[in-house]
């Protein structure tokens, strides 16, 4: 059976393709296309097509094969975005955090599908440049919520206790130690559980509440389909780091289990 992190990590792409195909554009500023841009209509509409059709695949109960299909696709979109659409503004603002975040956003999505490939088929290399990608994503995330600590805590429910800033502070803490607990392999599968949880509380607390508010905004629908796609790339990599985990001692050199303690 697909384990519910791969599935929801595919139903984030569904989403964030359905939401493409309704507005007939790409997701605003987590997929930056110029407007300029040649057929950029038509293309909108295909990446997104591509994005549910291979969601769909990595939910497929029918085999193995059609999953695995599905998650190379979503890791191999995801790093289209990536090279194509994010590393032109780092190029043009390298001394960007905002570039930079934005870049490491989808570069998590490309981890949630090394992560699934690597649970899939039993291989270790994708699974530890998961690991390492999601680390070094993580700490970048916790950078940015320090950087922009403002615009962070204006995000933040006014009715939790302790204020705004000290929720934008914690996550950012969160953040910061989970990054360092994947690279550095001490408690990389707590922290992955950890990630997974904080990552489902925002869908919750912030972006849903933005489609109750104005559920004809497509602002509201992007950030509630990447957050879906991020809370099951994160759980995608927590079950690849308890499966090695769980293989045995013997395996341990060839697992990478040295990352997951």
């Not at 407007?35 to 997104?48: E, G, M, N, S």
């Not at 109960?61 to 659409?85: D, H, K, P, Q, W």
């Not at 440049?129 to 615009?151: E, P, Q, S, T, W």
């Amino acid at each position: 059976m697909v384990p519910v992190g791969i599935r929801l990590y595919g139903l984030g792409a569904i989403a964030l393709g359905a939401v493409g195909i309704v507005w007939g554009d790409f997701a605003l500023q987590w997929q930056p296309v110029a407007p300029w841009f040649p057929a950029r209509t038509v293309l909108a509409y295909i990446f997104a097509a591509a994005l549910v059709i291979a969601g769909a695949c990595a939910n497929d109960a029918r085999g193995r094969r059609e999953t695995v299909f599905g998650v190379t696709a979503l890791a191999l979109l995801y790093t289209v975005v990536v090279i194509f659409m994010h590393a032109p503004l780092i190029i043009q603002h390298p001394a960007s955090i905002a570039a930079w975040n934005g870049a490491a956003e989808q570069a998590t999505l490309v981890a949630g599908g090394l992560a699934s490939y690597a649970w899939l088929t039993q291989k270790s290399q994708p699974g530890k440049a998961a690991v390492n990608l999601m680390g070094m994503c993580l700490v970048m995330f916790g950078i940015a919520h320090f950087i922009y600590l403002d615009f962070t805590a204006s995000m933040v429910p006014g009715w939790l206790p302790g204020g705004q800033k000290f929720w934008a502070a914690a996550t950012g803490i969160g953040h910061l130690a989970a990054g360092v607990a994947f690279l550095t392999g001490i408690k990389s599968r707590l922290a992955a559980v950890c990630v997974t949880a904080m990552f489902g509380s925002f869908s919750i607390l912030v972006h849903l509440p933005l489609i109750l508010t104005d559920a004809k905004a497509h602002m509201g629908w992007v950030m509630n389909a990447i957050n879906l796609a991020l809370t099951g790339a994160a759980w995608a990599v927590a079950t690849y780091i308890a499966s090695v985990q769980k293989a045995p001692a013997a395996a341990t050199p060839a697992a990478g289990v040295t990352m997951a303690r």
